[in-house]
Nanobody, 122 residues
């Protein structure tokens, strides 16, 4: 029904930058929130940043001032610009999308991307 394709992860030195993308496709009527989460080995998955359809944004305390979330509603795509990366940002990053489907306008659906590895070396 809905596919999320993530890209942009990789290996970068501390202080460097990466930009993640997540494109949603399928039988989507409207995308509501689009979020980025991350999970480091041995740790719980945590919210990194979120954005609503109106453009409001929210960030986890550890990334405020360094990461920027944005979205292209026409392409159902969300981005995460990550600057001043630190070794503690190393994790698998997942996008999460809440949307309504064309054949089911009354219920919100929630989907996860496959994850993309971000590794920051010191």
């Amino acid at each position: 029904q809905v596919q999320l394709v993530e890209s942009g992860g990789g290996l970068v030195q501390a202080g460097g930058s990466l930009r993640l993308s997540c494109a949603a496709s399928g039988t989507i009527f409207r995308v509501n929130t689009m979020d980025w989460y991350r999970q480091a080995p041995g740790k719980q998955r945590e919210l990194v940043a979120s954005t609503t359809s109106s453009g409001s944004t929210n960030y986890g305390d550890s990334v405020k001032g360094r990461f920027t979330i944005s979205r292209d509603n026409a392409k159902n795509t969300v981005y995460l610009q990550m600057n001043s990366l630190k070794p503690e940002d190393t994790a698998v990053y997942y996008c999460n999308v809440e949307c309504r489907l064309r054949h089911d306008l009354f219920n919100k659906q929630n989907y996860w991307g496959q994850g993309t590895q971000v590794t920051v070396s010191s």
